[in-house]
Structures are given as C-alpha cells and as structure tokens.
C-alpha cells in the first residue's frame, strides 16, 4: 500500500537558518503530495501541494518539488522563523485513495 | 465560508464511559474523514464518510463507530472508552475526494482524555 516516510526530528534551528525536512514515498501510480502544519494546540492547515512530477508548491516562504525519480517531497525554507515552531507533515493522496500521512516532523526554531 | 468546526474541543471521561464527538464540514463539502492523533502513533486514519455512507475505514476496532447525516455533518462514538484512546480527535472535510490535488481541511480537533 502507500506510505509517506519523512525524518522524525525534533528538528532545532536557530532562527534565519535553512530548513530541510525530507520526505520520501511509496505509492502506486500518480499520486497528489502535501505539506501540511500543525501549530500548538490547533489542527493541521495545508502549507503547500503538488499535483504532478516536476510540480513546486509554495507557499509562505517554503517550497517543496515533486520529484518522481526519487519519489521525494522534501520541504525547504531559506530563512526559518521563530514562528515556524510547528510539526509538518508529508502526506500523499492517490486517485480515489484515502490520505497517508508521514509521522510528522517537529521543528524547533530558536531566537 | 466558516472552516471546519468540532464540538467539543475538550472532553475528559472516565473508563468504561462512551463519548460522541460532532464534526460540521466547510459548507458544500460532502465528505467527513476522522483521524485519531497520539505522540506514540502519530495521526491514525478511523473513516471516512461520504454522502452519508462509510466508504473507508482504517484498523479500529468495532468500539469506534461513525455516522454522517444529510447536511454532511458528522459524528463519531467511542463505546467502553478505555486509557488508550486518550488522543486528539481529528476531523477533516472534503468536496470531491479522490480527485487529483484533492486537499483535505482540517478542524481544531477535540482533545478526549480518558481518566
């Protein structure tokens, strides 16, 4: 079946710092892939998606590439800030599939 | 257009108790999907229901159950709440699911304690 594999963390920076976190997949056929955020006692919000291989998604300052050869996703931001302190999660949808999602990454960002 | 909503955003319940959580989607969304999140399993899939019918369902046992009414609401019941389904309860809503780049929205979720 499918599955969304991406670093667990925690994830610490100090602020202005560049931010990976890695998320790869495995899924049959064409499948549409996420990036959403989860802050503090609140529920996950879309950050970004792409639909199709080569695809960007951006959003906020964070991209993510839809990279098919090595079924990859992995979320990037040049300069994080304190106020990026969230967990992030990867997660695919195939055609007429339910959502998997990744275990979530905690990110930490430091003054 | 109002987000997605859950009542209660906070329950506590003793052993044994059974619970019923409420989930009302973005307007015009007919499908309701509900998760289960705790830091040892992460975010767990429970169902989904789709113009009133459960159309998928992850691997709960039978204690959990759902049900989605004709305004898309929804609501889903915990029977013979045991310690281990203290979690915070997720529900998501959708248009068209299943459909290319398809997103999910989320609710603030309803943090259950089991005491």
């Known amino acids: 079946g499918n599955s969304v594999t991406q670093m667990e963390g925690p994830v610490t920076l100090s602020e202005e710092a560049f931010l990976t976190i890695n998320c790869t997949y495995t899924?049959?056929?064409?499948?549409?892939l996420f990036w959403y955020v989860q802050y503090p006692g609140e529920g996950l919000q879309l950050l970004l998606k792409?639909?199709?291989?080569?695809d960007k998604g951006s959003n906020k300052g964070f991209e993510a590439t839809y990279r098919k050869e090595t079924t990859s996703f992995h979320l990037e931001k040049g300069s994080v800030q304190v106020s990026d302190s969230a967990v992030y999660f990867c997660a695919l949808s195939g055609q007429y599939q339910n959502f998997v999602f990744g275990p979530g990454t905690r990110l930490s960002v430091l003054p | 257009k109002a987000g997605v909503t859950q009542t209660p955003r906070y329950l506590i319940k003793t052993r044994g108790q059974q619970v019923t959580l409420s989930c009302s989607p973005i307007s015009g969304h007919r499908s309701v999907s509900w998760y289960q999140q705790t830091p040892g399993q992460g975010l767990q899939f429970l169902f989904e229901y789709f113009s009133e019918t459960q159309r998928n369902k992850g691997n709960f046992p039978g204690r959990f159950s759902g049900r989605q009414f004709s305004n898309s609401r929804s609501e889903m019941n915990v029977s013979t709440l045991e310690l281990g389904d203290s979690a915070l309860y997720l529900c998501?809503?959708?248009?068209?699911?299943?459909?290319?780049?398809?997103?999910?929205?989320f609710g603030p979720g309803t943090r259950l304690l089991v005491l």
């Open positions: 792409a639909t199709k291989a080569d």
């Open positions: 998501a809503s959708s248009n068209n699911p299943g459909a290319l780049g398809e997103t999910q929205y």
């Open positions: 899924a049959t056929g064409y499948p549409s």
